[in-house]
């Protein structure tokens, strides 16, 4: 299966600092892709999205970029915070296609 | 429901017993996914519906494993013969069903054999 046998990246981060995590995304053809955060014992919660035609889309204290070139896509938190610390997974989509595949995730460790 | 329901959250089960996990997609979502979690990993495709048929059944680990969704809602995946690497956190998460979309999780079943 995807994602198998391999542990989770860490990112240590002290708070107040920015964050970028990384993710290689495998297929060309997706168009649509997505940022989850999962805390401890829950499911993944949506964070931000971007579609292939943009490059780059801001939220709230978050920024993704998406370099289609190099099938690269990041996640920017500013000014971390101890409630971001969670794993952060990337997610691709082929419109039309429901399969919504994840990437490995990153854990993130904001240190006081 | 405000959001999407499992049941049980947690389930110990002995090796060789059978379970059933059960998954309460959120009011009008058509598209319901199953995926697993095992620890400290990614999460893994297993299924996905779109109503209450399966297009894609590719990422079903062995015969062991099945899935049905009744009525457009409620989806239920059956572990059979269970087994010790099946000990893992089973997500389920459900959408718009129009593709490109945010997925909708649940928090999980833990499931542990034992």
């Known amino acids: 299966g995807e994602s198998v046998g391999l542990h989770l990246p860490t990112l240590s981060v002290q708070e107040g600092d920015n964050s970028i995590i990384n993710c290689a995304y495998s297929n060309s053809a997706s168009d649509y892709f997505i940022w989850y955060k999962q805390e401890s014992g829950k499911g993944p919660q949506f964070i931000i999205d971007i579609r292939s035609n943009m490059d780059k889309r801001q939220g709230q204290r978050v920024t993704v970029l998406l370099n289609k070139t190099v099938k690269h896509l990041s996640l920017q938190i500013a000014a971390t915070q101890p409630g971001d610390s969670a794993v952060y997974f990337c997610a691709e989509n082929i419109r039309g296609y429901q399969k919504v595949t994840f990437g490995i995730g990153t854990k993130l460790q904001v240190i006081p | 429901g405000a959001g999407v329901s499992q049941s049980p959250s947690n389930k110990v089960t002995e090796k060789g017993k059978d379970v059933e996990l059960r998954c309460d997609p959120i009011?009008?979502?058509?598209?319901l996914y199953w995926y697993r979690q095992s620890l400290g990993q990614g999460l893994e495709f297993l299924i996905y519906?779109?109503?209450?048929?399966?297009?894609?059944k590719s990422g079903l680990p062995s015969d062991r494993f099945s899935a049905e969704r009744t009525g457009g809602s409620v989806s239920t995946l059956t572990i059979q013969r269970t087994q010790q690497e099946d000990s893992a956190v089973y997500l389920c998460a459900s959408s718009f069903g129009q593709g490109g979309e945010k997925l909708f999780f649940g928090s999980g079943t833990q499931l542990s054999v034992l």
């Open positions: 519906f779109q109503g209450n048929s399966a297009p894609d």
């Open positions: 009011s009008g979502h058509t598209a």
